[in-house]
């Protein structure tokens, strides 16, 4: 089965899950271990989650097109669960319209490029501690599930 072309389902990757793989890609080769659909407190899910090798936190929104950026109204509020904040896009999307003061990351499947980088505004060290831990938990969690399916963890895919 081609990755790209198909998702376990069998039905073709969303055009965010494809940026979001490439994002997750370059953010390891900066030595950051990425989680998609990651859960915050707040009860939103944001695209990717990214924890780096000093305990930073990087929120990064993935958005397919025009359409999908417009119906976003809920960006700012994950701007209080990270330390920068960037949007991926890819190199057909019209970067101009993307707010100022946020970070911006060009992406495709395989790959991507941080353009720039967004304000730090560092986290307060509570909620440092308890995205962390909630970061490990779910990588632990999700690792679990796919080694033994039929375990079926209470709460589902974290």
Same mark, same amino acid.
């Given at each position: 089965?081609?990755?790209?072309?198909?998702?376990?389902?069998?039905l073709p990757p969303m055009a965010g899950q494809r940026l979001a793989r490439g994002v997750a890609r370059a953010l390891?080769?900066?030595?950051?271990?990425?989680? $998609? $659909?990651?859960? !915050?407190?707040?009860? +939103?899910?944001? *695209? !990717?989650?990214?924890?780096?090798?000093?305990? $930073? !936190?990087? &929120? &990064?929104?993935?958005?397919?097109?025009?359409?999908?950026?417009?119906?976003?109204?809920?960006?700012?509020? %994950? !701007?209080?669960?990270? *330390?920068?904040?960037?949007?991926?896009?890819?190199?057909?999307? @019209?970067?101009?319209? +993307? @707010?100022?003061?946020?970070?911006?990351?060009?992406?495709?499947? %395989?790959?991507?490029?941080?353009?720039?980088?967004?304000?730090?505004?560092?986290?307060?060290?509570?909620r440092r501690k308890a995205l962390t831990q909630a970061f490990g938990r779910a990588a632990a969690l999700r690792l679990?599930?796919?080694?033994?399916?039929?375990?079926?963890?209470?709460?589902?895919?974290?």
């Amino acid at each position: 089965m081609n990755d790209l072309a198909e998702t376990a389902g069998g039905l073709p990757p969303m055009a965010g899950q494809r940026l979001a793989r490439g994002v997750a890609r370059a953010l390891r080769a900066l030595d950051f271990a990425a989680l $998609e $659909e990651f859960p !915050l407190a707040n009860g +939103l899910r944001v *695209d !990717l989650m990214a924890l780096g090798p000093k305990g $930073e !936190l990087w &929120v &990064v929104e993935c958005k397919s097109g025009m359409a999908d950026f417009r119906n976003d109204r809920k960006w700012q509020d %994950y !701007l209080a669960f990270c *330390d920068r904040f960037f949007w991926a896009v890819d190199a057909a999307f @019209p970067t101009r319209v +993307l @707010p100022q003061g946020t970070g911006l990351i060009l992406a495709d499947a %395989y790959d991507a490029e941080i353009v720039h980088m967004g304000p730090q505004t560092p986290l307060a060290g509570a909620r440092r501690k308890a995205l962390t831990q909630a970061f490990g938990r779910a990588a632990a969690l999700r690792l679990q599930s796919l080694r033994d399916p039929g375990a079926g963890a209470p709460g589902g895919w974290a």
